[in-house]
Structure formats: C-alpha cells, structure tokens
C-alpha cells in the first residue's frame, strides 16, 4: 500500500505566538541539571551561583526564586545596602572593601600568636640500643647504631585545616549574625596561613523545606586548600547576603515539591565531617566572635583539633 503524506503549503506565514513563547530545546533542564537538597556539594563560588540562579525544578516554586535573584525591596533582610539578589552578586564580582575592613579590625582585637603546623608522625632512628636489630651494621662494627627505634618527631610543616561555616540563622534575626560567622572564619584562616597552615574554607547550612519537609544540607566551597584568600572568596563568606539571596533561591530552585514563602526552617544544626573546625551558631557578634577564634587557636596549639 502505498504511503500518504500530508502536503504543506510551500510559502506559510510565520506564527508570531508560538515565535514568542518558543524555547530552545537545549535550555530547557532536565533532572540532570539539578542536585538532591540532601547531600549538595559545590566546589566552587561560580559552579554555585549557576545552580542558584535558574529556572525551578518544580515550576511552582519559581516566584520564590525570583523574590530571592532579581525583585528588590530586601536590603534590611540581606544587609549592607543590598536590596537585590542581583546587588549580592555584584558585591561577590567586585568586592566588599568594608566587609573586608571590619574583619580586620576584628583580627587586630585577636592577641599575636606564634605557632606553626607539626607533623608527629613516628621516625625509625638508630640508637646502641633500641627494639630492631641491624645486623649489617653488627657485621660492620657500628654497634652504635646497631639498633633501631621507633620515636616520634616533633617538627615544623604543612598542615591543611577546613573551616566550616554554619549559616543556619532565623530570617527574624539580624544579618550582622552571619557577617560575624563569616568574619570569624576569615580572620583565623589569615593567622593560620600566616603561620604555614592550608586553610580551606566551606560555608553550608543543614534544614528542612517549609511546607514540605525535604532535608536541606548543602556546602559551598568558597576557598580551597590550595587558594588564596581573594576578593570573592572573602566577599562570599562573610556578606550575610550570599546565604539569605543566593541560598534561599538554591533551595526554591532545587526543590522537588512545592513550598512556601518560608523555604527553609532555621535552628538545625550542622553536620560536620571528621577534622571539620566549625563556625557555630554560638557566634553572634563581636565578642563571641573573638572568644571562638581564641579558643580555637587554643585548641590548636594543644593538638586538639584534627588539622
């Protein structure tokens, strides 16, 4: 049988609606370009800003994704005179030259400390005496250093410190608190890596979805072990603005099932992985702030903190 086909007209005229409202196929997400809540790990500032900044796994959620990126009317909420998501993110492009000043003063406040990373691990050093018999050296005559012990070294070196920043605070609290958490972990990371430490720097908040109850725990690198602490990387932990924009619309956009105005309930504490140093929700302001980083860097000195 033969086949038929349905001719079409040779010359139509363009449909101006379905031009309009046409999207490309190849921007249009699929599963793939979004992460579980539970379990997301960014390693870098700009692979989290496009995952914050996008169309809304579940369309429902999309007006508060927007509230969060682009509409303005927040500056009490996210502090320092952003009033948009879109203000956050020029700050992060650009800089926080007065963010950057107040940690400074804050390190100024901290008492000079003299300390350097030590690597304890155990050395065999040969003795006249000791538990391992080298019976070459007997055969040559060196009995004096015959025997080999065990002994652990106490010298200076290299150490990597992760510093983890819990942003976990009540929309009804003031942004200053996250500035202060932030600026805790930027002043002691720069008196560690002046005394040869690798500091790394993660920033993350563990919830729960309002409305619907999905786990939230997501981290953002925001300097790595083998990065310098540089404009964006100190702008992004301590402007209270990151989190209350950027990660409110993370939450909206990656969000399987519908939620509410609210996204995500404040008070969770975080989960750190072993060796992590956290930045707890017990620091609020200044004098909490210092009393953290002197307590660390106690800590630190008496090898109580896995480095």
């Known amino acids: 049988m033969a086949r038929r086909y349905r001719r079409t007209p040779r010359y139509s005229a363009p449909n101006p609606v379905a031009a309009t409202y046409r999207v490309p196929v190849d921007v249009i997400p699929s599963a793939a370009d979004y992460q579980p809540l539970d379990g997301a790990h960014y390693a870098s500032i700009a692979e989290y800003l496009s995952a914050s900044v996008k169309q809304c796994r579940n369309p429902a959620n999309q007006s508060h994704a927007n509230r969060h990126t682009h509409n303005s009317g ?3 909420f996210y502090g320092e005179g ?4 879109a203000e956050v993110r020029k700050i992060l492009r650009e800089g926080w030259p007065k963010g950057r000043e107040r940690v400074d003063a804050l390190r100024g406040k901290i008492a000079a400390v003299n300390f350097a990373p030590q690597d304890r691990r155990r050395k065999l050093v040969r ?28 010298t200076h070196g290299p150490e990597q410190i992760t510093l983890l920043v819990d942003l976990n605070v009540s929309g009804m609290e003031s942004s200053d608190i996250l500035f202060w958490r932030g600026a805790s972990a930027i002043a002691l990371c720069d008196m560690l890596e002046a005394s040869g430490y690798r500091v790394s720097i993660v920033v993350g908040c563990d919830s729960e979805t309002c409305g619907s109850y999905e786990k939230v ?10 990065m310098p602490l540089d404009v964006t990387s100190t702008s992004a932990t301590i402007l209270p603005g990151f989190f209350r924009s950027l990660f409110l619309s993370w939450v909206s956009v990656h969000a399987s099932k519908p939620i509410n105005s609210g996204i995500g309930i404040a008070g969770v504490k975080i989960k750190a992985n072993e060796g992590d140093t956290v930045i707890p929700a017990s620091v609020r302001d200044e004098a909490s702030a210092i009393d953290w980083i002197n307590s660390t860097i106690a800590a630190i000195q008496s090898n109580q903190l896995a480095a």
Not at 82 to 85: A, E, H, M, N
Not at 217 to 226: E, G
């Open 127 to 154: 003795r006249p005496m000791g538990d391992m018999l080298d019976i070459h050296a007997v055969y040559s005559g060196r009995l004096d250093i015959a025997w080999r012990v065990a002994q652990r070294q106490t």
């Open 217 to 226: 725990a997501c981290r953002i690198v925001t300097k790595a072990h083998d």
């Open 74 to 76: 927040h500056s009490i």
């Open 82 to 85: 952003c009033d948009s998501g």
